[in-house]
């Protein structure tokens, strides 16, 4: 598999040469990390404490067992596994072979894994018991997997004569999923210099101890997602504790607040859903929330409802993060309930410089609203299998189009207006519009389709059908079950509000107006018009978020 960087040489050579990169592979560091804090605690999960000497002991078991099985440097391994230690491990024994890790959540059901492995052409699998079934069905259509690895909680023995390879810190390390505005998941590459550095740097900062001390992390998303690497990353540049509650991909809000006081962790990692649900929870008795330093909230915009709650909930400051997997980052700490969340901080250009852009590509004043475009030593190398969409959005020697429109204020802060791209942030879950539209497009009762998100309380957003159905009696359940059983579409993505039109309103280009069609949904939901279907997705908030 060819990944291409799409950003100059130059460029990230002076980042090394800043220091704002190590440049040295990912196992290299966490290696350092070992021999200096072997006795400290790495990682608390469902199966007890585990130190960074003993994860260290299971890292090299698993990479020289893989190794065995013929992973190798440029190998692409795909993951799926549970939310837990070995997630983790895997991580960092295929990083010790320079191999390629494609995390995948337990959410991520046949079509996904297709999807996913086949544009990335892995060449191995490590899965977990439960799901060995489901992978061994998919090999006939994945040519070249050659080896997949069940892996069960017993750690796998060290073996004599094993050694890390050599890695260059520019090659690549691991793939991280973003649905964005495409019809299948997109790929994007990630170097163990963007990932340790670019990335380590936002991790650094935004879990910073008030005495300098390494951070306990209680992550309530999985590391398999975008947003939940920081696991891996926070272990390798902060010496942390990550902490990962038992339960999967369920949340469960009075199950977190326990687990922060029975683990003490000093920063939490959610999606703002979460945050609102445990904030809505009165107290336990016994409650204890005082480790607490910092809340942070990633994946989804965060509203100025669940900034006050959660900073009522918590009684500390919350992190609000705004990024995408593509290579953007910029964050603010707020600790004033008033505060205006659209505004999302000063950029660090030793994690990624931003840019605003008019129609035609320029850079625009400051003060001047446009495309946001982002780049920096967290810029990945490109997009897996894809090289149509780096044409798109790659430019400029490696900067990347956000499609979110924003402003840089003569100050230097940036804030967010809106964002462009055709997704459903479903509690942190990002799914594609146009994946579920072509679907629709092959159901014998639907002339039309436009799938839009309609705000929700709850989740912040749920996906609407607005369908011209070509006769009478068109139901969201015969919609959800031609998805579900006939096109094998993951649960979670299933939409859960259907709004029937005459027709679609097209704008000036003759293509469906999505502006004009959000408004007609969020009335129809409001008023009582849209056909809802509460447990479509399950009614769970998603942890697959990117």
Known sequence: MEFPDRVDRELRERWVERGWCPGRGLYELFAER????????????????????????????????????????????????????????????VAALGAVVLPCTPGHGRRDLLAVWGTARVDAVVTAPEWKALVDGLRPELPDLHEVVVLDEDPWPERDGWRPAAVDPEAPARILLSSGSEAAPKLVAYSHNALAGGRGRYVERVLETADGAPPRVLLLVSPATAYGSLAVVALVRCGATVLLPPGGERFDPAGALAAVGRWRPTHLAAVPTMLRRMAELPPAPGEDLSSLQAVVSSAAALSPAVLGAALRRF???????????????????????????????????????????????????????????????????????????????????????????????????????????????????????????????????????????????????????????????????????????????????????????????VGASGKPDRRVIAELAAAAVRDGGAEADGAAAGGAVGVTAG
């Open 315 to 505: 009684g500390c400051p919350v992190v609000n993060v705004y990024g995408a997997s593509d290579g953007l980052n910029c964050h603010a700490r707020w600790d004033d309930p008033d505060g205006d969340v659209l505004r999302v901080g000063r950029p660090d250009p030793g994690v990624a410089e931003f840019r605003v852009c008019g129609p035609d590509g320029r850079p625009v004043p400051a003060g001047v609203p446009g495309e946001l475009q982002a780049r920096g030593p967290m810029s990945p190398l490109c997009h897996v299998g894809e090289p149509e969409l780096d044409a798109r959005l790659r430019v400029d020697g490696g900067w990347v189009r956000s499609g979110d429109r924003g402003v840089l204020e003569a100050d230097g802060s940036l804030r967010v207006l809106a964002r462009i791209r055709q997704t459903v942030n479903r509690g942190g879950v990002s799914i594609s519009t146009a994946e579920v539209e072509q679907l629709l497009e092959g159901h014998p009762e639907v002339a039309e389709a436009v799938c839009v998100p309609v705000p929700d309380p709850d989740l912040g957003e749920r996906m609407c059908v607005c369908a011209v159905p070509r006769g009478a009696g068109l139901e969201l359940a015969e919609l959800t079950l031609f998805l579900a059983e006939l096109c094998g579409l993951e649960r979670y993505k299933l939409p859960e509000r259907l709004v029937l039109l005459e027709r679609l309103p």
């Open 34 to 93: 070992v021999a200096a804090d072997g006795a400290r605690v790495a990682v608390v999960d469902r199966g007890g404490e585990l130190s960074y000497a003993e994860l260290g002991r299971r890292v090299r078991g698993l990479a020289a067992g893989l190794a065995a099985r013929g992973v190798r440097p440029g190998s692409v391994v795909g993951v799926k596994v549970p939310a837990d230690r070995r997630a983790l491990v895997v991580d960092l024994a």
